[in-house]
């Protein structure tokens, strides 16, 4: 875990990867030539491959994280049990497993917001937040988030004043983090789907912040 107080001077690389979304990775590649031929030899089925990479996504996460936060906005108890033990209060929900196993969420405030990063390869909660975005897994991302966070928020178009500390996670085989973003102001009275719909996965990395309800807009 990482404190950072004053912003530094970054240079013009950025962390999205963003210039990687139309060709293959070396190891994108790769991927795919061992999907070709195993499927060419009849060993697996496309279609089973893209219905399991649509569950992670778009049904097992980011709804599942989006979730959480939701109920933890709405029910001070449930936050609590998130504070104390975040594994077992979203495994009351049903999310557990697959990289999920041990959780801990940090809660953003006015005087902290919170960042997460694996610096050494790209764990992340698949639980709760689905498959890692490509910029997640970018050695620009993991090794800039810590050594100038504030920039690297900057890029993904996030300006944090100057007088909120960011905190940086590195999460690991043994321990992943998941953001529990600001409730957005004008919220009172709204149910919890609809509160999940103001929740992003980049808010639940720390990359962004909550969506304001279109009643407080």
């Avoid at 090794?143 to 999460?171: C, H, T, Y």
């Avoid at 973003?181 to 509160?195: A, F, I, K």
Wanted: a negative charge.
């Amino acid at each position: 875990m990482h404190d950072h107080d004053d912003d530094h001077a970054h240079g013009d690389e950025h962390a999205h990867g963003h210039d990687h979304d139309n060709h293959y990775s070396d190891m994108q590649a790769r991927v795919k030539a061992l999907e070709t031929l195993l499927t060419e030899k009849g060993l697996i089925d496309p279609a089973a491959i893209d219905a399991i990479v649509d569950t992670y996504e778009t049904k097992v996460g980011p709804r599942n994280g989006a979730h959480v936060v939701a109920r933890a906005w709405s029910d001070a108890d449930f936050a609590d049990w998130l504070k104390r033990d975040a594994t077992a209060a979203i495994s009351s929900l049903g999310y557990t497993g697959r990289q999920g196993e041990h959780m801990r969420a940090v809660f953003n405030t006015a005087e902290t917001h919170n960042l997460v990063v694996c610096t050494l390869c790209s764990c992340y909660p698949w639980s709760v937040l689905g498959l890692p975005p490509v910029w997640y897994k970018a050695p620009a991302y993991r090794s800039r988030a810590v050594i100038d966070p504030r920039g690297v928020l900057a890029e993904f178009g996030l300006m944090l004043p100057e007088n909120q500390k960011i905190r940086v996670w590195d999460s690991t085989a043994e321990l992943r983090y998941l953001v529990i973003p600001e409730r957005p102001e004008g919220t009172e009275g709204m149910d919890e789907q609809s509160l999940a719909d103001l929740v992003s996965r980049d808010a639940m990395i720390g990359t962004a912040v909550a969506r304001k309800s279109e009643s407080a807009t």
